[in-house]
């Protein structure tokens, strides 16, 4: 019984490695199928005093849509789309680009950190309502 | 500035993080974030079909005389797997040394909850991935259980010093107490893991730990180990009562069986397994938001609420307290329909314990992307479990892979989990009405009212996870939910 048991666990510990491996190896497939067929959706952000107009505050797209956002605020700091794990600096009144491929589904948040010498002390409450949000759909 | 950024860089995560600690989490968890999408509509609709077809085909399978009736005991299943003391002995000192390092990196290691491994280790591994493998796979934690060990080497060695009765005090526990305790205990956990902003500081959290470490150890010597864990400390509570429907049990040197016997507020501590996770829900969802005004209104408190954790607080009690008083009438009637051949409070208990796969589920339902896509942190962590930029084994710079856990099958695996969920307690409460003597066509008349309340459970579990309720009033208005860019597009 033990030594079915231990075979089991075995049996599931491979399973469990094997599965990230695999998936990665999907995910590397999804992204290059995507970047190759998908069109580059253009998003044109402007930020006025650190907050988004209320229309684009959801943005939602489909899995492997291509993305690329052109961002402009009229105060410097960061913008961080931390799940994906990216950032822009941007400085006031001076275009930027964000360029990514959404690979990951999920709903996922956009912060906007005012560079220290705007910001208001506190620091930005991550839990207060985000810059915007970015809802991937599966496909 | 143009083109792509790279990923953050580890020094810039440092410096952007540290508003994660000071942030009072308002929604969700204090320290991670949820992806999850809600679940659309179609998948709800099937789902709520398939469990009330369910019900029905299983009322009908259950009325016909297929089975005869047991021995008035409640139906034990599992393969018992027998635990060799050597590996007993490796367990419990590994999780004793995690034990050790968590608390170390909670007290004295960095106070971002996301540079520490405390609190991922804490919330996410061992009590989300408890849950998921107690209900599961099997009850692990008897054969982890740092505070059970050092108890038991602490006694060990005062039986060796010249106490033959050992540590043990052994105070009568008073039955009217029951499991109340731990019902209390479990509601006030879920405060720390959903009201409080608890979650998001380390070093609070290491002190819970030590506080609760000597709660626990005076716990078990005033009353004896077993007694104590079979009534207060609710952590064992909960994965033995999840590990009732696990396919496998554990069985360790000198261990007893999970009691038979009724004891006093075990509905309640049922229950509380069950209304946490809904409040979880509830509170981390955008459904909080419409639950919140009618609070406010129906008990027009709002002077007394400071900072949000009065009304989290009632919301939490009142959860759990409607739960409660919704079960135990219906439970009356299904009782007095039932008439068994044995007290029926022993039956009642029997019965309560038949919703932990509902509770189980819903955990699932509620908690699997999160445990397999922040529970990936805990690599890089434990190369630096202190946030202080160590890197043992070489991981410390591994990055959770937010794809891992498609949407589409986290809506799935919680959809098949609330079903299944359904079924299985289904299932089990006819098994335990048939075991009590009860006839087959008495017994599905008589869980007909218990049947119709799972299914009320059920709805309400797969409304949660649709959020049907998402408001205007959230940071985004609900018109701009459409597919497709939602902004002016410029062409390239």
């Known amino acids: 019984m033990t030594r079915r048991a231990a075979r089991a666990v075995c049996l599931c510990a491979a399973a469990w490695g094997a599965v990230p491996a695999a998936h990665a190896q999907a995910q590397a497939q999804a992204q290059a199928l995507a970047a190759a067929s998908a069109p580059t959706a253009w998003l044109e952000l402007q930020l006025v005093g650190g907050v988004l107009p209320p229309a684009q505050r959801l943005i939602t797209v489909l899995k492997g849509d291509a993305l690329r956002l052109r961002i402009r605020s009229d105060a410097a700091g960061e913008l961080h789309l931390h799940a994906y794990r990216l950032s822009v600096a941007l400085q006031a009144g001076q275009p930027a680009e964000l360029t990514f491929t959404a690979h990951a589904s999920g709903r996922f948040r956009f912060e906007w950190h005012a560079a220290p010498a705007q910001r208001p002390v506190p620091p930005a409450d991550h839990h207060a309502a985000p810059l915007a949000v970015l809802e991937v759909r599966p496909r | 500035m143009s083109g792509t950024r790279p990923p953050v860089r580890r020094w810039q995560a440092v410096i952007a993080l540290p508003g994660l600690a000071a942030a009072p989490c308002a929604l969700a968890h204090g320290f991670d974030e949820r992806y999850d999408l809600p679940v659309p509509l179609s998948y709800v609709v099937i789902a709520a079909c398939a469990a009330v077809g369910l019900s029905f085909v299983a009322a009908?399978?259950?009325?016909?005389?297929?089975?005869?009736?047991?021995?008035?005991?409640?139906?034990?299943?599992?393969?018992?797997?027998?635990?060799?003391?050597?590996?007993?002995?490796?367990?419990?000192?590994?999780?004793?040394?995690?034990?050790?390092?968590?608390?170390?990196?909670?007290?004295?290691?960095s106070s971002d909850p996301l540079m520490n491994l405390a609190p991922t280790l804490v919330w996410i591994v061992w009590w989300l991935g408890g849950v998921f493998v107690a209900a599961l796979l099997c009850n692990l934690w008897p054969a982890l259980d740092p505070w059970r060990s050092s108890f038991e080497v602490l006694d060990a060695l005062a039986r060796r010093g010249g106490r033959p009765a050992g540590l043990a005090l052994g105070w009568r526990w008073p039955a009217w107490l029951g499991m109340w305790p731990a019902t209390a205990l479990l509601l006030a956990w879920c405060w720390l893991e959903v009201v409080h902003p608890l979650a998001s500081s380390p070093f609070k959290l290491g002190c819970a730990a030590l506080l609760w470490s000597m709660v626990n150890l005076a716990g078990m010597v005033a009353f004896g180990r077993a007694t104590w864990q079979a009534h207060a400390d609710v952590f064992a509570l909960v994965f033995s009562t999840l590990g009732r429907m696990a396919p496998l049990r554990l069985r360790l040197p000198g261990d007893a069986p999970p009691p038979v016997q009724a004891t006093a507020g075990q509905v309640g501590f049922v229950m509380a397994m069950l209304s946490t996770v809904v409040f979880d829900g509830l509170h981390g969802g955008a459904a909080w938001n419409a639950f919140e005004p009618l609070l406010r209104a129906a008990t027009a408190t709002a002077w007394l609420d400071t900072n949000g954790h009065f009304l989290g607080t009632l919301g939490l009690v009142s959860v759990w307290a409607a739960f409660l008083l919704a079960y135990a009438a219906t439970l009356r009637i299904s009782l007095a329909m039932l008439r068994p051949a044995f007290p029926a409070r022993a039956l009642a208990a029997q019965l309560a314990i038949t919703l932990v796969p509902i509770a189980a589920?819903?955990?699932?339902?509620?908690?699997?992307?999160?445990?397999?896509?922040?529970?990936?942190?805990?690599?890089?962590?434990?190369?630096?479990?202190?946030?202080?930029?160590?890197?043992?084994?070489?991981?410390?710079?591994?990055?959770?892979?937010?794809?891992?856990?498609?949407?589409?099958?986290?809506?799935?695996?919680?959809v098949a989990a609330i079903v299944l969920g359904h079924a299985a307690a289904i299932w089990w409460s006819h098994r335990v009405v048939l075991s009590a003597?009860?006839?087959?066509?008495?017994?599905?008349?008589?869980?007909?009212?218990?049947?119709?309340l799972m299914l009320a459970y059920t709805a309400l579990s797969l409304v949660l996870i649709a959020e049907p309720m998402v408001l205007p009033q959230g940071p985004w208005p609900t018109a701009a939910r459409t597919i497709g860019l939602c902004s002016p597009m410029v062409p390239t």
């Open chain 2, 60 to 109: 009908a399978v259950f009325a016909r005389p297929a089975k005869p009736a047991g021995p008035a005991r409640p139906p034990r299943w599992g393969l018992e797997v027998g635990v060799p003391p050597g590996v007993l002995r490796a367990t419990r000192t590994a999780a004793g040394l995690l034990f050790v390092l968590t608390i170390a990196a909670a007290l004295a290691g």
């Open chain 2, 361 to 414: 589920a819903y955990n699932v339902a509620h908690n699997f992307s999160g445990l397999f896509i922040q529970g990936q942190a805990v690599l890089p962590l434990l190369s630096d479990p202190f946030g202080w930029q160590w890197d043992l084994f070489g991981t410390a710079r591994w990055h959770p892979d937010i794809g891992l856990v498609d949407a589409k099958l986290t809506w799935r695996v919680a």
């Open chain 2, 437 to 452: 003597g009860v006839p087959p066509r008495r017994a599905a008349w008589g869980l007909l009212p218990l049947t119709l």
